[in-house]
């Protein structure tokens, strides 16, 4: 699977999925998660739910740059993408 579609899915989930409402233009791929996408820490458990779900990932708890990952979109399919590349 490409980055692109990765990242397409991500954007589909937040904003399907999730329900969020942007307030003026949607946020490109390096727009804060939190900041600018507005999601809160229920969003992100529910995100984890549906990338467990979508993708076939598992988010790993005691990762220490877990929360680097969801910085933004970028950055969390980058880290999807490497987990997909993984043997399970």
Known sequence: MELNQIKAQLRDILKNRLDLVIDGPEPDDDGNLFNEWGIDSVDVLDLVLAIEQEFGVKIKQGDDNVNAHFENITKL???????LAVPA
């Open 77 to 83: 399919a980058t880290y999807i993408d490497s987990r």
